[in-house]
């Protein structure tokens, strides 16, 4: 018989409940990861550093009162993302808002994600047209995707981190996502890398 981590012969215990001060110092590892690119995140939307500031802080309350239940969740970043996103929301509701993402901003975005051949004729349609507006008709799961790879210029990896998925998927997210966009804008669109 091997003993077993805390030094009994054959027995095995359950794992004592973790103490509240344990739990805290988890969230506040878990929040200072996550700070930064929720504080990005929400500036993008709701348009300002204060206001950003207020509603991560938000979010970041609701999750540290659940933090236990939190914990149980079969991904934790995607969990606390949903959590944001509602308060996002929430915070943009309440003053009858939409997300303040600007055209300049998704310029830049599309620039990367479409072909770079199109600079061009995406300035033009950018005075035309509404950029966001082509965007925020993506599915949810592809504009956070778009969001937080391109605007917010996060590697698959991150992304799919934050949001709980896996790499090849984020990937397949930014395929469909680039074929909707060039369809809405009436671009010529072709796969310019397999990986992407």
Do not use: N
């Amino acid at each position: 018989m091997t003993p077993s981590l805390d030094g009994s012969r054959g027995r095995h215990t359950r794992p004592s409940p973790a103490r509240p001060g344990r739990l805290a110092l988890t969230f506040d590892a878990f929040h200072a990861y996550h700070r930064k690119l929720w504080m990005r995140y929400a500036h993008t939307q709701v348009g300002s550093s204060t206001s950003a500031e207020s509603v991560v802080d938000t979010a970041c309350a609701r999750l540290k009162a659940d933090w236990p239940t939190v914990l149980l969740q079969e991904s934790v970043p995607r969990y606390a993302w949903m959590v944001l996103k509602e308060e996002v929301h929430r915070w943009l509701a309440e003053r009858d808002l939409e997300p303040q993402v600007g055209d300049a901003a998704f310029l830049t975005a599309l620039q990367k994600l479409l072909l770079h051949e199109m600079r061009d004729e995406l300035r033009v349609i950018s005075q035309e047209i509404g950029l966001y507006a082509a965007i925020s008709a993506l599915p949810e799961r592809r504009y956070d995707v778009i969001v937080l790879r391109f605007l917010l210029g996060m590697d698959d990896e991150e992304v799919a981190e934050c949001l709980g998925i896996d790499a090849a998927t984020v990937r397949s997210h930014i395929r469909h996502a680039r074929r909707s966009l060039a369809r809405e804008l009436h671009i010529p669109y072709q796969e310019t890398d397999p990986q992407q």
